[in-house]
C-alpha cells in the first residue's frame, strides 16, 4: 500500500525554527518532495531528497533517511508569510505519480 | 507564475452535467498531471500523459476523463457530476521524461469546481 504521513497541524512565532515530520510507505520509491501551498493556490516546489541526508536551501532544509521511510523538513527564521500548508510527496519507482500527504497547516504568530 | 495555465478558473454547475477544464503547459514541457484536492482527502493524482499518451491512472473515477492533444494542452472531462467532485482541480507538468532522475512538477493554478 501507499502512506504519507505527516502531522496535520502546527504553529509557532516569527523567529522561531520549526521542524515539520513525514513519514513514508510507498510500493517503490524514487525520491521525496516538499510542496508549500498558501490556501487556494498552487503548490510550489521547495525541495527535493532522493538520497539519505540534509538538503540545505536557505532557510529550509529538508531530510531523508530511506531505510526509516522519514523525513521533515526545517523551517528557521520563520516569518509570517510562510503560513501555510507543507506538503509532503513521495514519487513512486516509475516516476509516475506523486503520493501526497493531507498536509501540514502551519501557522505562524507574531 | 509556474507557466502552467489552466482554464476556467472557477466553475459553478449542477448535479448530472458535464464539464471540461483545461491545461496548457509549460513551454517544452511534455509531461502533464492532473490532481483532484478537496477538504477531506488532500491532492490525489488521478492521471499522467506523456507526448499525447495516458502514461498513468491514479484514483480516476470512471465518469472522468482526459486527454492530452498534438499541441500537448490537455483537457480533464467530468461527467455525471456529483456533489463530491466539488473541488480543485490542479494541473502540472514537467520537463523530462517520467523515468528520467529527477521529476519536479510545476502547478497551475487550479480550477475551483463546485456542484450545486
Known amino acids: 500500500g501507499q502512506n504519507i504521513d505527516q502531522p496535520t497541524e502546527m504553529t509557532a512565532t516569527e523567529g522561531a525554527i520549526v521542524q515539520i515530520n513525514c513519514t513514508y510507505q510507498?510500493?517503490?520509491?524514487?525520491?521525496l518532495f516538499w510542496y508549500q501551498q498558501h490556501a487556494g493556490e498552487a503548490p510550489t516546489f521547495l525541495s527535493y531528497n532522493v538520497l539519505d541526508g540534509l538538503e540545505e536551501k536557505g532557510r529550509f532544509s529538508s531530510f531523508l533517511s530511506r531505510s526509516k521511510g522519514y523525513s521533515y523538513l526545517l523551517l528557521k527564521e520563520l516569518q509570517m508569510k510562510d503560513s501555510a500548508s507543507y506538503l509532503c510527496?513521495?514519487?513512486?519507482?516509475?516516476?509516475?505519480?506523486?503520493?501526497f500527504g493531507k498536509g501540514t497547516t502551519l501557522s505562524v504568530s507574531s | 507564475d509556474s507557466g502552467v495555465t489552466q482554464t476556467p478558473k472557477h466553475l459553478i454547475t449542477a448535479t448530472g452535467q458535464r464539464v471540461t477544464l483545461r491545461c496548457s503547459p509549460r513551454?517544452?514541457?511534455?509531461?502533464v498531471y492532473w490532481y483532484q484536492q478537496s477538504l477531506d482527502q488532500g491532492l490525489q493524482f488521478l492521471i499522467q500523459y506523456y507526448n499525447g499518451e495516458e502514461r498513468a491512472k491514479g484514483n480516476i473515477l470512471e465518469r472522468f476523463s482526459a486527454q492530452q492533444f498534438p499541441d500537448l494542452h490537455s483537457e480533464l472531462n467530468l461527467s455525471s457530476l456529483e456533489l463530491g467532485d466539488s473541488a480543485l482541480y490542479f494541473c502540472a507538468s514537467s520537463p523530462q521524461i517520467p523515468d528520467g532522475p529527477y521529476n519536479e512538477q510545476f502547478f497551475g493554478p487550479g480550477t475551483r469546481l463546485t456542484v450545486l
Open positions: 513551454s517544452g514541457d511534455l509531461s
Open positions: 510507498t510500493s517503490g520509491f524514487n525520491g
Open positions: 510527496a513521495a514519487l513512486n519507482q516509475a516516476g509516475t505519480a506523486l503520493i
